[in-house]
């Protein structure tokens, strides 16, 4: 009773507030437009021929051979991925928390590789891994004398998806094996237990809902990714690829909406699963921190083999990624070795490279302030107030994490040039960089989102309280009290949101207009068309650019953060 009363007096001082209020209606509008309204279109498409209800164009994208082929590619690769790098997060994770380690090489080597597949374009393992170890590879050719290997195809995709994803599973599993109370491992010790039974009686069970989380994200990852089966996929064709090929070369637009909404289907049904089942059960085994530091394992028969396996690992990784400056220097790669800038010198004299960057550099500054905003916002009302719209807000802003790149772009092609919008107040959205920047926002938003929900369930509800009590208002209390709060969070979505709009690809590159140039556009063209020089040269750049984002970042919350803070006045 006391509880219903308490929520009809949170809900009418909301309704008294009407900068509150026009936030909440405002966001309503904005979710349903460009989250909701895309994928319903796309829906009505599939299902909708000549003005009357019908099933037929599903029954002829599933007639299709090609298709049935790629559903069957997509889930084989995306499994094989998933457990892959499930067991290679849980491989480094487990060295880094349980085993001493001699030195602070291998633990900056591990933060270095779970930091790279973040700052980089999603497709420059597809560029490195062709220029290892294809048919002009330093490794297969130059080194072991082979001529005719073919990386392109199943393993291809399934290697560089993995090598991509799983510092991913590194980072989730890390944050796990951390909270697990040693006290349960060494009271098995004790009674006599080996280290491997330990594992397998008390970690791993403990670890499972984390296994299948981590599962279940990579593969939603593995089965959405466009780049990479693009690259180096060849004749292997998956969802994504084919969608895109369907719109773009068969011009069957209905036919890839059916496909995009099969797709659709697959990543809500695995996003349902690991959110609300295998997110709750995760944290109903693993509640709370460990109760005291826990004994590393010094026992050179364990932390040898595993420090060595996990250092080469990492390494290999590392050569990847090195590889990727060394394509652009090299004056053609796989015949031709002497060192030259002339890759780099034509991305800016013949390929109009100060406009390519300028233009993907001020679409995703112009994105990432509104997508940070908007993160702390959906938070703060989340966490914070209490309304009958609250749920709604919530589920739809984190829907775009299970929505495809392919999937939005589709949508937003038969929404906005030939939907509803057609005509009227937003029928010229179509075709100009403000459909860019709304893509960034929706694609960026879950991860802001998540992470403004975790700090702010950790502030007091008291100081806001204190503030409301001396007369000022929502807008008042989150500018000069919540959001200072979590400042850190912010300039970290800030950031998370430029870097994940500067490397898009999958969404955009079905929008994109040649009155915009974007560099991951034009790294996937040059890739395809085989001028890795030109494709690692703006790749070089483009790397160099998010990672020195992330460092300014870094710098800005060390000296400028709340964290800061805090230790001053402590």
Do not use: H
């Not at 009418?12 to 507030?17: F, G, R, T």
């Not at 050179?300 to 990784?317: D, E, N, R």
């Not at 890795?532 to 790749?539: D, H, P, R």
């Amino acid at each position: 009773m006391a509880k219903s009363q308490s929520a009809r007096l949170e809900r009418k001082k909301l309704m008294a507030d009407p900068v509150m209020v026009t936030t909440i209606v405002v966001l309503i509008a904005f979710l349903t437009l460009f989250i909701l309204y895309p994928l319903a279109i796309l829906l009505v498409d599939s299902v909708i021929r000549d003005g009357a209800p019908t099933l037929s164009i599903f029954k002829e994208i599933f007639a299709l051979g090609s298709f049935r082929t790629a559903i069957t590619n997509t889930l084989k690769v995306g499994f094989l991925v998933g457990i892959l790098s499930t067991l290679i997060g849980l491989l480094f994770s487990y060295v880094e928390v349980y085993v001493k380690l001699n030195t602070r090489l291998l633990g900056g080597l591990f933060k270095l590789v779970s930091m790279l597949p973040v700052v980089s374009p999603p497709f420059v393992l597809s560029l490195s891994m062709i220029m290892l170890f294809g048919r002009q590879g330093i490794i297969t050719r130059y080194i072991l004398g082979i001529y005719d290997n073919n990386i392109y195809g199943f393993w291809g995709i399934a290697i560089v998806q993995t090598l991509t994803f799983f510092p991913v599973c590194y980072m989730m599993l890390k944050g796990l094996l951390k909270n697990i109370d040693p006290s349960l491992e060494e009271a098995a010790r004790d009674m006599g237990a080996s280290r491997w039974k330990v594992f397998t009686t008390v970690t791993l069970p403990l670890l499972l809902p984390g296994l299948g989380n981590a599962f279940l994200v990579t593969f939603i990852e593995s089965i959405a990714d466009f780049a990479n089966p693009m690259i180096i996929g060849g004749s292997y064709d998956t969802l994504a690829t084919t969608i895109y090929l369907r719109i773009t070369g068969a011009y069957d637009k209905q036919g890839a909406a059916a496909m995009a909404v099969v797709l659709l289907c697959i990543t809500l049904a695995m996003f349902a699963v690991q959110k609300y089942y295998l997110e709750a059960k995760s944290t109903a085994t693993l509640s709370g921190k460990a109760s005291r530091e826990r004994m590393l394992i010094t026992d050179k028969s364990v932390k040898t083999p595993l420090s060595i396996l996990c250092g080469l690992m990492a390494f290999f990784v590392l050569l990847m990624y090195v590889c990727v400056p060394f394509g652009a220097l090299f004056t053609t790669w796989g015949r031709n070795f002497t060192l030259t800038t002339k890759w780099f010198a034509q991305v800016f004299t013949r390929y109009k490279g100060f406009r390519v960057f300028r233009d993907s550099f001020i679409l995703s500054l112009i994105a990432s302030p509104i997508t940070a905003l908007l993160s702390m916002i959906i938070s703060y009302l989340v966490v914070k107030r209490k309304f009958k719209a609250k749920g709604f807000i919530e589920a739809v802003s984190m829907l775009a994490m299970a929505v495809p790149g392919t999937v939005l772009g589709v949508g937003y092609i038969r929404g906005y040039a030939q939907g509803l919008f057609r005509t009227g107040f937003m029928k010229g959205i179509y075709g100009t960089g403000a459909i860019l920047v709304i893509v960034f926002i929706v694609r960026s938003l879950p991860t802001g989102t998540r992470s403004g929900i975790s700090a702010l369930r950790q502030i007091d509800k008291s100081i806001e309280e204190s503030a409301y009590d001396m007369g000022a208002n929502s807008f008042k209390v989150f500018m000069t009290v919540t959001l200072p709060l979590i400042k850190d969070s912010f300039l970290s979505g800030l950031v998370t949101a430029f870097v994940r709009s500067i490397t898009a690809i999958s969404a955009i590159i079905l929008l994109v207009t040649p009155s915009y140039l974007l560099i991951t556009v034009q790294i996937n063209e040059f890739a395809e068309k085989g001028s890795y020089g030109l494709a690692c040269a703006f790749a070089t750049i483009l790397i160099m650019i998010t990672y020195g984002s992330v460092l300014l970042m870094n710098l800005v919350i060390k000296f400028f953060g709340t964290s800061r803070k805090v230790k001053e006045t402590g």
